[in-house]
């Protein structure tokens, strides 16, 4: 479940501190912001490409000024879920086509405590300002909301699953339909409504078929709002394991594993409630998504699958879900061309991975204050010695000042290429790093081998000898 983010604070500020922008069409619109704390720092606007697999997409960026300040000018063409990236901050807001914001984010601290924080599994929140006197503006509705059931959910996390939450339910139920009734901005009531039926599904209180019935069977499904999708993700989950119902796993078994687009749907059909062309439809891939780590699925069936869909699906959110969860599943996988990168060496020179054409490169990502990764370098040295010949080793060092960098190149003295991030947090992700250390292996032409690679204490010496033996032959 996409629980909402519990410390994120959109609050309102009454006055502008700068002027709005008229000269631009009517998709575009621009963010006037400041950041205290962050001046000079990256900020990066993204959003969801679809609000099932949310993968993330690119909107824009800039650089903070001195004085905090900046703006970002970017092109949305339906009311979107965005995503503000500070190195290690994450925010989120609402964008609108058209409706220009300004906005304040706030309490942006950087030191050597946080730089140890893993970004990706827990990121920091920034807390978020943004100007607004209308009482229908879309963020001020999402941010009264979100005071109101993030208060509810930490103050009754522990009956979540108890009947004793029932009647404080009621009453949660009561409050909400008071506090925003009259409110006429439509995105927002279907948001509050798919919200709280989240709520209803997570806590038991209502049945599963009452739930279906309500909120999804003969529904308009509502791509763009994030609330639906994550009740609909929630709701189908684990929906095939219930031995009760008309089709359960095991029935799309064959299907799926003999690449059958059409009898996989057909099979799903058997489901009353699954008539509907377009439901059926996003529910397999939902199916999909849950069935791919499953064992006795395979995962190539699943991608021709999803590849058929995008072929022959005639709805288009269909085909953008569906190449996505490609692109999530493969764009890793052997063979895959690595991301560029360029950053810089002790000596302050620029190192490009393309320097290292016609290679076998294995990077490693660590930290100074990593335990794990300092052991782990301590067994690549021992690697490097024996086969520097043949693979080049490189290090990138994720500490937030690059002088870390340099101390400890010098002080561990280990002859190999040692680099820093530079702070490019879009970087680590482009390299699926999610924890330190993290190593990749690369071959000669740009491409994966593995990624992730085994670790030194993982044996990955196997794997070179295997990469290196037709070179030996040769």
């Excluded at 893993?118 to 005071?147: E, F, G, M, R, W």
Aim: charged share 20%; proline share 4%.
């Amino acid at each position: 479940m996409r629980l909402p983010t519990l410390f994120v604070s959109l609050l309102l500020f009454a006055a502008a501190t700068w002027p709005t922008t008229t000269a631009f069409a009517q998709n575009q619109l621009v963010i006037n912001g400041t950041a205290k704390g962050a001046e000079g720092k990256t900020i990066i606007l993204k959003s969801y490409a679809d609000n099932l697999t949310l993968t993330e997409n690119f909107l824009g960026k800039t650089t903070i000024d001195s004085l905090g300040n900046f703006q970002i000018t970017c092109k949305v063409y339906t009311t979107t879920l965005a995503i503000i990236h500070i190195e290690y901050y994450t925010g989120e807001l609402y964008l609108e086509p058209g409706h220009n914001l300004t906005i304040e984010i706030k309490k942006l601290v950087f030191n050597n405590n946080y730089d140890k924080i893993n970004y990706n599994l827990n990121p920091l929140t920034c807390y978020i300002k943004i100007a607004s006197t209308d009482p229908n503006d879309l963020n001020h509705l999402v941010q009264k909301l979100n005071i109101n059931y993030n208060r509810f959910f930490r103050d009754n996390i522990y009956l979540m699953k108890n009947e004793r939450i029932l009647p404080k339910i009621d009453t949660f139920l009561i409050a909400i339909a008071d506090t925003f009734a009259g409110t006429t901005n439509k995105f927002f009531n279907d948001y509050l409504r798919y919200r709280l039926a989240s709520l209803r599904l997570l806590t038991n209180y209502s049945d599963n078929q009452k739930l279906m019935l309500d909120y999804l069977y003969q529904q308009p499904i509502l791509y763009d709002n994030v609330e639906y999708m994550s009740f609909l993700s929630d709701y189908f989950e684990n929906y095939f394991d219930d031995l009760t119902r008309p089709v359960i796993k095991s029935d799309l078994s064959e299907p799926i594993n003999n690449h059958n687009l059409a009898q996989a749907l057909d099979v799903l059909g058997k489901d009353s409630m699954l008539r509907n062309e377009k439901l059926r439809e996003i529910v397999l891939l939902k199916t999909l998504d849950v069935l791919y780590a499953t064992p006795g699925f395979s995962k190539q069936s699943i991608l021709s699958l999803l590849t058929q869909m995008v072929n022959t699906t005639k709805f288009d959110p269909h085909k953008l879900i569906a190449r996505n969860m490609i692109w999530q599943y493969t764009h890793f996988n052997k063979g895959v061309t690595a991301p560029y990168f360029a950053l810089k060496n002790a000596e302050d020179t620029t190192v490009k991975l393309s320097d290292f054409k016609g290679k076998i490169v294995y990077i490693n990502f660590y930290a100074s204050w990593c335990t794990s990764c300092l052991d782990e370098l301590e067994m690549m040295k021992k690697l490097h010695d024996k086969y520097h010949s043949q693979i080049t080793f490189i290090s990138i060092d994720v500490d937030r000042e690059p002088m870390k960098m340099y101390y400890f190149a010098r002080d561990k003295k280990y002859d190999w290429t040692f680099l820093h991030f530079n702070n490019d947090y879009e970087l680590l992700e482009n390299f699926g790093v999610y924890a330190y250390p993290s190593f990749v292996l690369i071959d000669e032409n740009g491409k994966f081998i593995q990624c992730p690679a085994l670790k030194p204490s993982e044996n990955i010496e196997s794997v070179f000898n295997e990469v290196l033996a037709p070179s030996k032959q040769n």
